[in-house]
């Protein structure tokens, strides 16, 4: 197993980190006090994998996992990129298998509430616009999943084997993580994990990071203490800082690099956004952005989109989206992908796919949106007076701009790619990514005051039948009265005109009778 760990320092002017206090050891380092952002990353080989994982592995080309949490968090350049809270999973099968081990080993490992029963019925597929990204993931699935609990369980449980404590501890620290991504294909033929913490406030109240990084036999260990610098291009990102190989250095190592970056950070002190359900909800809500701060756009051509992954219990129709005069009160230029469940008429229970993801291109620089979405009926239930709760995580919103010839995204050490809309741009392109207000709050020109950060994924009320209190028993014994008499009163209907129609029959009869 080979692991890279990277310290991305928060405000290296007020937090730079001294050398002398890296202890350097054969065996370990420690790390002293630091207020940074953390990436863990991990590359196992097949053979370390538990064989059940390997066998659905097989059947795939390709398998990516993306998961975000639901609360606010501060995205650190390079680790710039989002995707709406939740479980994602991109897959290509191997020519001629259906992959049918993928989904039980997802609801396995991740919990058998995520609606996963196999990749055809329940993926959807990708719409592909670059031919850049033509190699890019086939299929895409996702589901709401608050907590990783499920996933830390089974690590400890079949890699770390319940005998190995610190394998155990560093697992559940993956109960605190911002994000998770998990990648497998058959050229690499490992499986990479990179995990991102923004603080460490599941540990300190201050958030800093303070440990001691131990190296084990057959393993490789890179970790870095780096600082943001100032580019000399503007698609650039430039990190300074330490650099140690345990085991092989005595001492950190001084290091300076840059490169070009697809993804970058909007400061939350210039830009951040905010999304809620406009009210009164009924079964045509409509979800509304609202940008806080300067919208103006980072440099020329670029054009400001929002990308939403919405459950099957929420649909966009995409035939509203036609009139441009109503684009135009949306604040919205056009729909510019829409992709998975878009029948106008199905109830949830009967749509197989997870849901739909679009892919909205907003107009101009506004400083709020509108996205008008559709409720499916949804199947009954009990003991909820007859409301359940239907949820649906917020859209990332990013600038999305074009790139100087010449630059090589794949440079980027730090690169993320296959998040479900970055395949839908061309090779050039760079993403400038809005922030949610962070776990501090929003704090804007218009606002003078820190309001309280809400989580990433708002909640519908939505009324649906009751089983329970006799309510079902009513609605099916008056729904069967008004068959019945509806039917009596059709025959009674048929019965009259048929009779009607004899007797004006036998008066004609008779009438001829008498003519004669």
């Known amino acids: 197993m080979k692991q890279r760990i990277t310290y991305l320092v928060n405000d290296p002017h007020s937090n730079a980190v001294d050398p002398s206090t890296i202890q350097v050891s054969k065996n370990d380092i420690q790390i002293p006090r630091i207020n940074a ?7 196992f080989s097949v053979s370390e994998l538990p064989q059940e994982l390997w066998n659905a592995l097989k059947q795939c080309h390709e398998f990516r996992i993306r998961w975000a949490k639901s609360t606010p968090y501060f995205s650190s350049s390079p680790l710039a990129s989002r995707v709406p809270a939740g479980f994602h999973a991109f897959f290509t099968p191997r020519k001629g298998s259906s992959a049918e081990l993928l989904c039980p080993m997802i609801k396995k490992v991740f919990g058998d509430e995520l609606k996963c029963e196999s990749p055809k019925d329940t993926f959807v597929s ?9 190699m890019s993931p086939a299929m895409q699935y996702y589901q709401l999943l608050p907590s990783l609990q499920n996933f830390v369980t089974y690590i400890q449980q079949k890699l770390c084997g319940g005998s190995d404590p610190a394998c155990s501890s560093q697992a559940a620290a993956l109960l605190s993580v911002d994000y998770l991504d998990i990648d497998y294909d058959v050229i690499s033929h490992a499986v990479i994990v990179n995990a991102y913490w923004w603080n460490n406030r599941a540990a300190n109240s201050d958030g800093s990071w303070e440990e001691t990084i131990r190296l084990r036999d057959t393993e490789t260990i890179e970790v870095g203490i780096l600082n943001t610098e100032t580019p000399d291009e503007p698609e650039e990102l430039k990190l300074g800082g330490f650099l140690t190989v345990v085991g092989q250095d005595s001492k950190p190592k001084a290091t300076l690099f840059s490169f070009p970056s697809r993804h970058h950070a909007i400061p939350t002190n210039q830009l951040t956004y905010s999304a809620t359900f406009l009210q009164p909800t009924g079964l045509h809500p409509t979800l509304k952005l609202d940008l806080h701060g300067d919208a103006a756009p980072p440099t020329e051509g670029c054009a400001l989109h929002a990308y939403a992954t919405l459950p099957s219990h929420l649909f966009v129709d995409k035939y509203q989206f036609q009139d441009p005069l109503f684009l135009a009160s949306l604040n919205i230029s056009s729909l510019r992908t829409l992709a998975g469940a878009t029948d106008l008429e199905a109830p949830d229970w009967v749509v197989r796919q997870w849901g739909s993801a679009a892919l909205f291109e907003l107009a101009g620089s506004p400083s709020s949106v509108s996205i008008p979405l559709h409720l499916r009926y949804l199947p009954p239930s009990q003991n909820t007076s007859g409301i359940v709760n239907a949820s649906v995580p917020w859209p990332v919103v990013f600038w999305a701009c074009p790139a100087e010839e010449g630059s090589k995204m794949s440079n980027n050490p730090f690169d993320r790619v296959n998040l479900g809309y970055d395949g839908l741009f061309g090779p050039k392109t ?3 990514h809005v922030d949610p207000p962070g776990g501090l709050g929003i704090k804007t020109e218009m606002r003078s005051v820190m309001e309280p950060a809400r989580g990433l994924v708002e909640t ?11 309510r079902a ?7 069967a009265v008004a068959v019945v008499l509806g039917m009596g009163w059709v025959l009674w209907g048929l019965v009259r005109g048929w009779g009607g129609g004899r007797g004006r029959e036998v008066e004609g009869v008779k009438e001829g009778k008498k003519d004669e």
């Open 37 to 43: 952002a953390k990436e863990h990353r991990l590359t």
């Open 126 to 134: 990708l719409p592909i616009l670059s031919e850049r990204f033509s």
């Open 430 to 432: 760079m993403f400038y």
């Open 460 to 470: 519908l009320s939505v009324p649906v039948l009751d089983l329970d209190k006799g």
């Open 473 to 479: 028993w009513g609605v099916e014994v008056g729904t």
